[in-house]
């Protein structure tokens, strides 16, 4: 017999501020960016649990969003974003501006140039990869709702796919995007997991 557990990833929506490097940076969401994410889940489905970043761009509204469907929250520092050191709070152009090169090497092998002082590549997969397998691992069979940032979803997607680190940021994740994935378990085997949709509608 084989059991399914469901996880639907999905991104907190616009953050106030635009575009910037915010990775440990506690920002809020924009009005915009509370309908992205109500739009993303409106269709509602059969939740059994949400799981959640602590940062308030992803923490506020899974509040929210558990009263209104009186699920059970957990939130879990294990999926906060990637810091991002001497670039944290700066804006594309702010990087620009002293190093026009440094934003081109890190798109091109984020593993290889991370920013000065920022959390190392292979210990920010490693922490999110260790949660993730946890959390399939003590709730199997349900379906879960983690709602987390673009980092962490890539690398989980990332692992999911077999992708090499340096092609990371090949994976694009828009806010408020939701991607499925569902963990096949069959007695005596390893489990398996499939991305069944990325970035559509539930």
Known sequence: MTETTTIDLIRHGEVEGGNRFRGSTDDPLTELGWQQMQRTLEAGSN??????????????????WAGKNKLPLSLNNAFQEMHFGDWEGKTAEDISATDPDALQRFWQDPNRFAPDNAELLT????????????????QQGQHILLISHGGPIRIILADILEMPMHALLRLEIPFAAISRI???????QPPSASLVFHAGNL
Do not use: M
């Not at 308030?56 to 899974?62: E, G, L």
């Not at 920010?124 to 260790?130: C, D, E, G, K, T």
């Open 123 to 138: 210990d920010f997969r490693q922490r999110v990869l260790n949660a993730w397998q946890s959390l399939i691992h003590l």
């Open 182 to 188: 569902k963990v096949y378990r069959t007695q005596g």
């Open 47 to 64: 939740l059994t649990q949400i799981v959640s970043s602590p940062l308030q761009r992803c923490a506020k509204f899974s509040e929210y």
